[in-house]
């Protein structure tokens, strides 16, 4: 059988809200996560990145799902099956937080907004399914869970993306990095994954559609497809699911220990707090580091990552260019002995040993705005 690469086209996907605007504007779509998404447009992914670093770049994120978790018990409820310290958040708080297995291991990572009633979950869109069975066998009979039904959810990213939502939203630049909060239909977040100041804004369709082409007549603004979407947060060493994080994979492992409040690391009262508590308390024996390497060829997921000597120490979880940096960045688990920052590796690269380094992360700092 003849090996051919799928189009878009070639399977059935679903759609976004936003599905005429990425073809009015010429994107080149490809499946992702079930969906028919925009990989680029044509000023292409370098262009798209180094425009998001300087001005305010859209992202569609309405693959992504939005569910709300109602209830007195709530808190109790989730609490069991993430180790945040939710009890402490107030109204309008966003914490990053991990769905947990019995195992400690990871079944999704995602975003929880504290509301008046409830919570906010924004969850990654190839672990929708598992998440909503996830919360229906673990939520007990009083808390309400509710799935939104094909919102749009967008992100503007960007040192001027402040600047332009406040010409529609006024007083939502006041908003901290990680709050949020209602502005008539709409919920806004101070929030993003790309490393930058930005929002993400979710709607109902027709709101989001109308705000997504105001925002796009906006001469800061400029459509960005999930290839640079991937360079911005590999730049700033933020995990994805699937590639950094999966059911085989620990929060202590994967660097995120910080995402388990103090008083949960107490008290424990989680899924798979046995394993994490103990992990914290005597450590492990791999975990996820940034490298960097020299310009030349990339690593792609999977390679190996070698000692001096040529063990195999571990492998490239994710890898590519650093338009930022102008050289190959990755990250990878590696041995616990060969994670220090400065460490020397290699990485195997097209039958190549190439030399790496350890290096710290993020690899381009954080530009959140903080008071």
């Known amino acids: 059988m003849q090996n051919e690469a ?44 180094h425009h998001t670093r300087q001005s305010a770049g859209l992202f569609d994120v309405s693959h992504m799902g939005a569910v709300e978790i109602i209830g007195d018990q709530a808190t109790k409820a989730l609490e069991n099956l993430i180790p945040c310290d939710l009890a402490e958040m107030s109204c309008g708080e966003i914490r990053y937080g991990v769905f947990l297995l019995e195992s400690g291991c990871v079944l999704d990572d995602l975003l929880i907004t504290r509301r008046e009633n409830g919570y906010l979950l924004v969850i990654n869109a190839s672990r929708k399914s598992e998440d909503i069975k996830y919360l229906q066998s673990h939520l007990p009979a009083d808390v309400i869970l509710r799935v939104w039904e094909n919102p749009v959810m967008i992100a503007l990213q960007g040192p001027k993306a402040a600047d332009v939502l406040e010409r529609f939203y006024p007083k939502v630049s006041s908003l901290l990095f990680m709050t949020g909060k209602a502005f008539e239909n709409t919920w806004i977040s101070r929030s993003g994954y790309t490393g930058e100041d930005g929002f993400e804004i979710l709607a109902p369709q027709e709101e989001g559609i109308s705000m997504t082409e105001k925002l796009l007549a906006e001469s800061e603004v400029k459509p960005i497809g999930l290839g640079a979407r991937d360079s911005l947060r590999l730049e700033a060493g933020l995990c994805l699911y699937g590639h950094e994080l999966n059911e085989n994979t620990t929060p202590v492992e994967a660097g995120i220990a910080w995402s388990i409040g103090k008083r949960r690391r107490q008290v424990g009262e989680f899924l798979g707090a046995d394993r994490i508590l103990a992990q914290l308390k005597e450590g492990v024996s791999c975990r996820r580091v940034g490298m960097a390497l020299l310009p030349g060829s990339i690593p792609r997921e999977g390679a190996e990552v070698l000692s001096e000597k040529g063990n195999v120490i571990g492998f490239v979880s994710s890898g590519g260019h650093s338009p930022t940096l102008g050289h190959p960045i990755s990250m990878g688990y590696v041995d616990q002995v060969q994670a220090a920052i400065g460490t020397d590796v290699l990485i195997q690269v097209r039958g190549q040993a190439r030399a790496a380094k350890v290096v710290k992360m993020p690899f381009v700092p954080h530009a959140y705005f903080k008071k």
């Open 6 to 49: 799928l189009n878009a086209s070639d399977i059935l996907l679903a759609k976004t809200p936003l599905e005429k605007i990425h073809h009015r504007l010429g994107a080149k779509m490809v499946p992702f996560a079930g969906y028919e998404m925009p990989i680029q447009y044509p000023t292409g992914i370098m262009a798209e990145h």
